[in-house]
């Protein structure tokens, strides 16, 4: 069963969730971000959660502040806020009876979930979907004349799904104060990286890395074919079963 939900974040904006109900819960749950400019009802996210709670976990998708149906300004938006925003989402299902908490994202999402997770005790696994571990570098996703008009204005403005959106300074800034490899690396949570070889935002080869970056403590999943929102089903449903043999191996064990 499948139930709206709302919480609030650390500046009294409003967000939006979907919360799915096992029938019987066995005490885990996994709170899952979304990618940079979409929304909670990516179909691999909703898969996915709907996936766990037919296998008994508690799942929450959300979206990010600035997205979706959660209050807040897109141009507002930055890791920091949304890791807090990631922390709290993760509030809602441990008061809920949740003991053993996992982190899953899709794209930038994935980058939250492994910034999240060293914050949070009862984190005991990860997964990231198509995401980019290596390294930040926000501005290489703009053009020139974009990074000029940053410069100039302390804004850059750009298209992305039919909306049209803007980031500030303070997103670049803020970027620049996480290293990520570091992260990555350092991380003692069991990590599971899927990718596809044929995303065309981000390149397999991030992952790759990623993977040489931590080995001991990360499992790689390639998916041949691929593309970055595993448009795909036979992808898509490859994913899911992965992800939910890759929860409930980890959480399972914790106990």
Known sequence: MEQPIHFYNQHGEK??????????????GVVFGHCFTCTRH??????TCDAL????????????????????????????????????ASGVILKKGV????LAGHSMGAVIAVLTAPRIETVKAVCTLAGRLTGLNASNFFSRSQIKEL????????????????????FFADAKQYDLPETVKSLKTPLMVVHGDADEIIPVDNAYLAKSLNPEHMELAVIAGADHMFSNDKHRSQIVKLVVRWFKERLHESF
């Open 15 to 28: 967000l939006a969730g979907s919360l799915h109900l096992p029938k019987q819960h066995n005490g885990c």
């Open 151 to 170: 410069e100039n204005t302390g804004k850059v403005s750009f298209t992305s799904r039919g909306r049209s959106l803007q980031l500030s300074t303070e």
């Open 42 to 47: 990516t179909r691999i996210i909703r898969e």
């Open 99 to 102: 003991r053993r908490l996992g």
């Open 53 to 88: 709670a037919a296998d008994n976990f508690l799942a929450l998708r959300f979206d990010f502040s600035g997205n979706g149906q959660s209050e807040g300004e897109f141009s507002k938006s930055t890791y920091s806020k949304q890791v807090a925003e990631m922390q709290e």
